[in-house]
């Protein structure tokens, strides 16, 4: 039976739950960091929850915080620069103090916890509503009696339950790419309660930073008349990395720059272009949106160098609408879950992906027919209009009944 929860009239939260801890440098964590910051800035009273396991063992002010560990605050600054996030948005880090996560049961599980003990008994007297790509935490949400949103961005193979998917209170299910949503369907999720909508841009991609971008120039390149070529994004296999590496081998007098991965995935490429004598390529880590931005406008062309495979048909264009909103010329590989894309004037070239001479060869002729403008490009610019995260958030939300919709606040 499906629990209903009394006292409506407290519920007032959009609750947005995040399983893993805060900041770090992932796609996905970018993306529902972004969402929440979308729907607070649409007026809703948007609550980003999230596990906190900074505290290694319990004592009395654990202890405290274990009583009332629901605290809605402001948004700490480390967390706003990292994402670029505004002041509307509140987080409720979740404390999960040792033994929480040290020992493989489900019973010390953090996500267990959140979904188990956190969730019915402090989160959900004041929710309105859940969204999160955490399916334990929807389940939980709606067994408890809460309306709830789910979003899906990989494939996976396990079949959802019958009496969830059902349930009415499952609003609706959101995905960013067609094989995701038919791979969902197929594993029993109703076709009417799934969605395909894109993911969004970060407005400070838009905003023209030329001081900024000069000062990436002067930083990279070793003279004026130097091109620079920057990829922003994971940094794997699969993501074209490595085809990157080979273009730039084949291009000497061009700067190529890589903003993004994790320390070792830095310290692995560093490695490599070492050992293959490429000396015109800079991984520079993971940079903070405030500094990508114009990282992105400082650059003659972005590269989208993703390869084929498996990834490429679910590959969600999150890092491209960024590079859509910088207003650079882009050069980007054919992938399935960007053909809708190739009928738009936003993106300079295209070539097949896993050919680094294709993409040399188109990337030399961009370079050539588009000029750098420090205004940018205005197609790219106006397209990525229509994909603001707020647009996002909105078109979400008109598929949840009027009467599950949290309170706009005044």
């Keep these: 039976m499906f629990k209903t929860l009394k006292n409506p009239n407290f519920k007032k939260h959009y609750i947005f739950f995040i399983s893993e801890e805060l900041p770090q440098p992932e796609a996905h964590l970018v993306q529902s960091t972004n969402a929440a910051n979308a729907a607070a800035n649409l007026g809703y009273s948007t609550v980003l929850v999230y596990p906190d396991k900074g505290s290694k063992a319990i004592n009395l002010v654990n202890l405290v915080n274990l009583v009332r560990p629901f605290q809605p605050r402001q948004t700490p600054t480390e967390l706003i620069k990292y994402y670029n996030l505004h002041d509307k948005l509140k987080v409720a880090p979740l404390p999960m103090p040792w033994p929480i996560d040290h020992f493989r049961s489900k019973f010390t599980d953090s996500n267990t916890i959140a979904s188990k003990y956190y969730l019915p008994f402090h989160i959900l007297p004041t929710t309105k509503l859940v969204h999160s790509r955490n399916w334990n935490f929807v389940k939980a949400a709606i067994k408890n009696g809460v309306p709830a949103i789910y979003e899906h961005h990989h494939h996976e193979d396990k079949p959802f339950e019958p009496e969830i998917v059902a349930n009415p209170l499952l609003q609706i299910a959101v995905t960013v790419v067609d094989t995701i949503r038919e791979s969902m369907i197929k594993n029993g999720m109703p076709p009417e309660k799934v969605i395909k909508l894109h993911n969004g841009f970060n407005r400070?991609?838009?905003?023209?930073?030329?001081?900024?971008?000069?000062?990436?120039?002067?930083?990279?390149?070793?003279?004026?008349?130097?091109?620079?070529?920057?990829?922003?994004?994971?940094?794997?296999?699969?993501?074209?990395?490595?085809?990157?590496?080979?273009?730039?081998?084949?291009?000497?007098?061009?700067?190529?720059?890589?903003?993004?991965?994790?320390?070792?995935?830095?310290?692995?490429?560093?490695?490599?272009?070492?050992?293959?004598?490429?000396?015109?390529?800079?991984?520079?880590?993971?940079?903070?949106?405030?500094?990508?931005?114009?990282?992105?406008?400082?650059?003659?062309?972005?590269?989208?160098?993703?390869?084929?495979?498996?990834?490429?048909?679910?590959?969600?264009?999150?890092?491209?609408?960024?590079?859509?909103?910088?207003?650079?010329?882009?050069?980007?590989?054919?992938?399935?879950?960007?053909?809708?894309?190739?009928?738009?004037?936003a993106i300079a070239a295209w070539c097949e992906p896993d050919n680094p001479s294709k993409f040399t060869e188109n990337l030399k002729r961009v370079l050539e027919t588009h000029p750098r403008k420090i205004e940018g490009y205005p197609d790219s610019i106006e397209f990525v209009k229509q994909f603001s995260w707020e647009n996002r958030a909105a078109k979400i939300l008109s598929y949840v009944d009027k009467s599950l919709l949290p309170p706009i606040l005044a």
């Excluded at 560093?270 to 050992?275: D, R």
Aim: hydrophobic share 40%.
């Design 204 to 345: 400070l991609f838009m905003e023209r930073q030329p001081e900024k971008a000069a000062e990436w120039r002067q930083k990279l390149l070793q003279n004026d008349s130097q091109k620079l070529v920057v990829y922003a994004g994971a940094l794997q296999q699969f993501k074209g990395i490595d085809v990157l590496i080979d273009v730039a081998q084949e291009m000497p007098n061009v700067q190529f720059a890589c903003a993004g991965g994790k320390p070792t995935e830095v310290e692995y490429y560093q490695q490599l272009v070492k050992e293959k004598q490429v000396n015109n390529i800079k991984f520079l880590g993971y940079i903070l949106h405030h500094e990508l931005a114009s990282l992105l406008q400082a650059a003659d062309v972005l590269a989208h160098p993703h390869c084929s495979g498996k990834a490429a048909s679910f590959t969600s264009p999150l890092k491209l609408f960024d590079y859509f909103a910088s207003g650079t010329p882009i050069v980007s590989t054919e992938i399935p879950s960007l053909v809708e894309f190739q009928d738009t004037q």
